[in-house]
Each structure stands twice: as structure tokens, then as C-alpha cells.
């Protein structure tokens, strides 16, 4: 059973940082890229960024390039976003996704993702 878990959201001022991580378990974790996408209240979901299975592929939307990034350890199956320089409009549920096709690339539809964790709230103060 493939289990992927979110951590690290939280409350943080405009200008500050947070690092999530996901967790992933049942699954080999260097086949799948990893992907991040996140939800705010009354819009749809959106693609943050994503990470080929074996970490030499990444991708990022337009509004949080130089502000955040994306990294893997394969050896912990874990996946990691870290956003800096966070401003309101960052605040959403972000969600990590697996896609089994992502060893050597990365998707940004949803649609693409086999498997989801729960999401972790991140929410910006102004």
C-alpha cells in the first residue's frame, strides 16, 4: 500500500521560510517523480514544482521560481520542498504526488500523479 505523508506547514510571516517534506512508503521510491501542488480556498489545484525519480530533472511554475526548491533523498524516500521568501498568495494545502512514468521526467498535470498524500496547511501572514 503506497502512503505518502506531508509534514512541515505551518503559520510564518510574509518573508519567512518553511521546508515541507513528504514521506513516501510502499513503493520504489527512485522510480517515481515526485511532484508538489498545492490548493488554495475556492481556486483549483496547481503544480508547484516536480523532481525525476533519480533527481536530475526539475521543473517549477513561474511564480515560485528562485523562491523555492526542490530536492529528493532516495535513500529516506523522502521528498522535500523548500520555500523561502514566502508571501501571501503562497498560502494553500500543499500536497507531494508519486508519477510511476517519472524516473527521468516530470509532469505537471495532476492528472498524471498515481498516488497523493493528505496535504499540509501552509498559511503566510502579510
Known amino acids: 500500500q503506497v502512503q505518502l505523508v506531508e509534514s512541515g506547514g505551518g503559520l510564518v510571516q510574509a518573508g519567512g521560510s518553511l521546508r515541507l517534506s513528504c514521506a513516501a512508503s510502499?513503493?520504489?521510491?527512485?522510480?517515481?517523480?515526485m511532484g508538489w501542488f498545492r490548493q488554495a480556498p475556492g481556486k483549483e489545484r496547481e503544480f508547484v514544482a516536480a523532481i525525476s525519480g533519480i533527481g536530475s530533472v526539475t521543473y517549477y511554475t513561474d511564480s515560485v521560481k528562485g523562491r523555492f526548491t526542490i530536492s529528493r533523498d532516495n535513500a529516506k524516500n523522502t521528498v522535500y520542498l523548500q520555500m523561502n521568501s514566502l508571501k501571501p498568495e503562497d498560502t494553500a494545502v500543499y500536497y507531494c504526488a508519486a508519477d510511476a512514468s517519472g524516473r527521468f521526467k516530470v509532469e505537471v498535470a495532476g492528472e498524471q500523479y498515481d498516488y497523493w498524500g493528505q496535504g499540509t496547511q501552509v498559511t503566510v501572514s502579510s
Open positions: 510502499g513503493l520504489t521510491f527512485s522510480l517515481y517523480a
